[in-house]
C-alpha cells in the first residue's frame, strides 16, 4: 500500500485481488482472472508496468487459461473454453477499475488494437 498524507491507499495490484470492491458488477470468474493477473503483474516491476504491459500480461494469462498450463509455473490452469472471449472482453473494464483514467485509456487503445488483429487472423 501506497501511503499520502498520512493514509495509506490500495496499490493496483491490491485492487486487482480485490476486485469485487473495486467492479462489483463482476462474476467470480472475473474475480478469480483478477487474482491470477495480480499474481503474474506482481513479478514486474510495479514501477515499470505499462498500459501495454498490463495488455500483454492479461492477453498471455488468457492464452495459457486457454492451453491448461501456467505459462509460469508450469502447473494446470483454466475454465471452460466458452469463457474465455467473454473474459479477455473484460481486460479493458478491469483496467478501468484499478488505474488512473489516462492508463486506462490507453489500456483501451492496445486491447482495442490487439483485438482487432485477432479478428483478422481469425483467432
Known sequence: MTEQEGRQYPSEIDKLRQLAEFLPAGNPVLYEFSTLLADRLDRLDQRKITPLSFVFTASLL?????????GFTGQPIGYPQEGYRLLESHIPTIARAIYPS????????????????????GD
Do not use: M, P, Y
Not at 492464452?63 to 501456467?70: A, H, N, S, V
Not at 489516462?102 to 482495442?112: G, M, R
Open 62 to 70: 488468457v492464452e495459457d487459461l486457454k492451453r491448461g498450463i501456467d
Open 102 to 121: 489516462d492508463f486506462a485509456d490507453h489500456v483501451d487503445s492496445i486491447f482495442q488494437e490487439f483485438d482487432k488483429r485477432k479478428q483478422q487472423k
